[in-house]
């Protein structure tokens, strides 16, 4: 059973009881994330998630760790483009305890000026090290590419060095009064634990938290810039990404069309794009396709990672696929294996206490709404062959796209 409810200083939380487990997973989320940031502020977002970690007025940054392994708990943080939540996974036996040092971080951390010098050089060493992962550059790059660099989808979450060898305490403590309010902040508890114990420890822990509204969020221009971009760097191999349009959550039966034709796009080793490219052709080691949705917006992505002598004949072959594939749609046989592998992915992540956590504070955070497993199981089960051909052949456009390129000659 899920159940939802609201502190008087406007947190919200959720609640879903699983019988038969012995642990739980709490998550606390924020609607902050790289999209809400400026171009002075970005990657303050993800900064902030690390530095909550490095005191509190009770715990300093050794005793946070000490006192979470001792307990035998999972505690960790994210940041996306649209919120930033933190987390803890704990047997039953130390809920309350492990709630406690999540709570500690999130409400009363102090920055220390010595620890925020020390995590700039975690953060560097972190963009660094995906500097040196070229997958990720070139996907980084083909956000940038499909929703430009004016505003947060477009940007890295980590943001530039410069940004956060400048960051200060006081930059913080003003972003934090900006996204970090009661009405936008919502708790989410899943797995042994009902609805009096999350409630109770939720006003324990947070009911002194004073009321405060957000910022208004800042306005994005959404609309798909379809560039080009291509980064030289010195590596044996070459990265190539694929941008399309694609629907946003709010638009949820189109959202779920491109979780099927990504999925039989290059979901898998049986995907068109994964027997074509790698299979027939050898043109590329690792081929897969994804839709990336976020509330008003969402992008069809297609990475392949292959030889760069490849790169201009791989391209190609793609687009021809994927033009193939707007023409003929979804066969029949491919449809019933794809339904299969969602509906598979779906049920996964329900019997996940952690998954649940993310799924349900995440759709109360962004949306309002409470998300519902058996529901979109529903939905998944009611589409037919038909509804999603008629959805490519008349809304899917392969005209308009955008690419990046990673390699020693990555010009297509």
Same mark, same amino acid.
């Given at each position: 059973m899920i159940e939802t409810f609201t502190l008087q200083n406007g947190i919200k939380g959720i609640v879903s009881k699983i019988d038969g487990v012995r642990s739980c997973s709490i998550g606390v989320f924020v609607k902050a994330g790289s999209c809400d940031e400026t171009l002075a502020e970005n990657g303050i977002s993800h900064f902030i998630e690390h530095t909550n970690f490095k005191g509190t007025p009770t715990r300093d940054a050794f005793k946070i760790s000490w006192d979470s392994d001792a307990l035998g708990v999972i505690l960790n943080a994210a940041t996306s483009k649209e919120y930033t939540y933190y987390y803890v996974k704990t047997i039953s036996e130390h809920t309350e305890k492990a709630f406690d040092i999540l709570a500690d971080i999130f !409400?009363? +951390? @102090?920055? #220390? $000026?010595?620890?925020?010098?020390?995590? =700039? /050089?975690?953060?560097?060493?972190?963009?660094?090290?995906?500097?040196? %992962? #070229?997958?990720? !550059?070139?996907? @980084?790059?083909?956000?940038?590419? &499909?929703?430009? +660099?004016?505003?947060?989808?477009?940007? $890295?979450?980590? /943001? #530039?060095?410069?940004?956060?060898?400048? &960051?200060?305490?006081?930059?913080?403590?003003?972003? =934090?009064?900006?996204?970090? %309010? @009661?009405?936008?902040?919502?708790? $989410? &508890?899943?797995?042994?634990?009902?609805?009096?114990q999350a409630k109770n420890l939720a006003e324990r822990y947070f009911s002194a938290v004073p009321t405060s509204v957000s910022a208004k969020r800042l306005d994005k221009d959404l609309t798909p810039k379809f560039l080009k971009t291509s980064r030289v760097k010195d590596i044996e191999q070459a990265h190539l990404g694929l941008g399309f349009k694609a629907a946003g959550g709010m638009d949820e039966k189109a959202s779920v069309y491109f979780d099927f034709i990504s999925n039989v796009l290059g979901g898998g080793m049986s995907s068109r794009l994964f027997q074509k490219i790698r299979e027939q052709l050898g043109l590329c080691y690792n081929i897969y396709s994804y839709s990336s949705p976020y509330v008003d917006t969402g992008m069809l992505a297609v990475y392949a990672g292959l030889n760069g002598d490849n790169i201009g004949r791989a391209y190609e072959a793609i687009m021809s696929e994927i033009q193939d594939f707007k023409k003929s749609g979804i066969r029949e046989g491919e449809f019933e294996l794809v339904k299969e592998q969602i509906k598979s992915s779906l049920v996964f992540a329900q019997e996940s206490t952690s998954a649940q956590m993310t799924a349900y504070g995440r759709k109360l955070l962004l949306y309002g709404e409470v998300y519902d497993f058996d529901d979109r199981l529903k939905k998944i089960n009611q589409v037919t062959l038909k509804e999603v051909n008629d959805f490519i052949f008349d809304e899917m456009d392969v005209e308009n796209y955008s690419t990046s390129a990673v390699g020693r000659n990555p010009e297509l």
């Open positions: !409400v009363n +951390s @102090t920055y #220390p $000026s010595e620890e925020l010098e020390k995590e =700039k /050089g975690v953060v560097i060493e972190e963009i660094n090290m995906y500097e040196d %992962t #070229p997958d990720d !550059v070139c996907l @980084t790059e083909l956000a940038m590419a &499909f929703y430009g +660099s004016g505003d947060g989808f477009g940007r $890295s979450i980590l /943001g #530039p060095k410069e940004n956060i060898q400048r &960051f200060t305490r006081n930059d913080i403590l003003a972003y =934090k009064a900006k996204y970090y %309010t @009661t009405d936008n902040l919502v708790l $989410s &508890f899943v797995g042994d634990v009902d609805v009096d």
